[in-house]
């Protein structure tokens, strides 16, 4: 499969939504096949929130050769937020102004934010049209910013597990995960491990938010029903911690959680339903029956609010981490979709 990792370099004084500046900042991005001669191939993917650029590695079952988003057939670009752990400018990376990492004093960023700093890109890049802008999660969330700031952009946007204003209960799981990492002395410490046990214990939290009761009933079950201690599911909250203070930061974790906090795409745009109001694209919004921390209300909300956008529910085991999982569901939903023209004919789809 044809990909390329490259890197976006901004020079200049960037100027944040909540004030202050970055005095530049670079965007690690990857592209995967080619662009047609009329132009009307472009994918863009935004990844969720611990995500990289690389969606052929996270999203294998909607991105590769033979699946729905084929670099065969289209070209690809998915882009490392600014302020996480793959590339792009974040907390580890050095301030030109002090010749020192940011750690705790990388400024606050907000999906506004890393959607400016995306779309610089785009332009960098000489793209003046998407077809389809897609993601999940924090994801969906910045594709539906970008929707709303540049509404002639995309031809067609999907949503999926996403919402247009990150709600209490989201913000509480976050506050959380950041006050594990608080709880962890070495936090203060400004080294690119700092905070690692915190982060550890993040995760966990984190992953409560993304599955369900019934996903620990049936993936983590008792291994036997006298069991009193060395259970499945404390393993596997163990494992999951390691693995992820392996490929994070704390520092990252803790600014990308903000990030998603700061979501809110009616601020300083006349409230919520005005803004969504705005999108042009063609919408489908995808929904996931057993998500606890992205519920259904949220995505119905915003095929209410969106001009002729299309509902659509998946069902899942897997909660939220379904839009990660479910990708024949996706696909299926999908296809039907941009077949009928953005109808969705419900008939065909099950």
Known sequence: MQSE????????????????????????????GTIDPEKNNIIWICHALTGSSNAAEWWDGLVGEGKYFDPA????????VLGSAYGSTGPLSVNPKTGNAYYRDFPVITVRDVVGAMDLLRQ????RRIKICIGGSLG??????????????????VLIASNALHSPWGIAFNESQRMAIQADPTFEDNHPEAGAMGMRAARSIALLSYRNY????????RDNPDQIDDFRASSYQQY???????????????????????HNVGRNRGGIVH?????????????????????????QFLARHIPDAVFQEIDSLYGHDGFL???????QVIRVWQETNGQLEMAKIG
């Open 5 to 32: 990792q490259k890197t976006f370099k901004h020079p200049y004084p960037y100027s944040l939504e909540m004030g202050g500046e970055l005095a530049g900042f670079e965007l690690s991005y990857t592209t995967y």
């Open 73 to 80: 057939k289209h070209f690809i670009v998915c882009v490392n």
């Open 124 to 127: 960098e890049m000489g793209i």
């Open 140 to 157: 969906g969330q910045q594709a539906l910013e970008w929707a709303v700031e540049v509404p002639d952009l995309f031809e067609e946007l």
């Open 214 to 221: 019934d996903t620990y009933n049936f993936t983590q079950a």
């Open 240 to 262: 999951q911690g390691d693995k992820f203070v392996k490929r994070f930061n704390a520092y990252s974790y803790w600014v990308l959680s903000k990030i998603m906090d700061s």
């Open 275 to 299: 803004a969504l109001g705005l999108v042009k694209a063609k919408t489908l919004v995808l929904g996931i029956k057993s998500d606890l921390l992205f519920p259904l209300s949220e995505q």
């Open 325 to 331: 999982i479910e990708y024949k569901q996706l696909t």
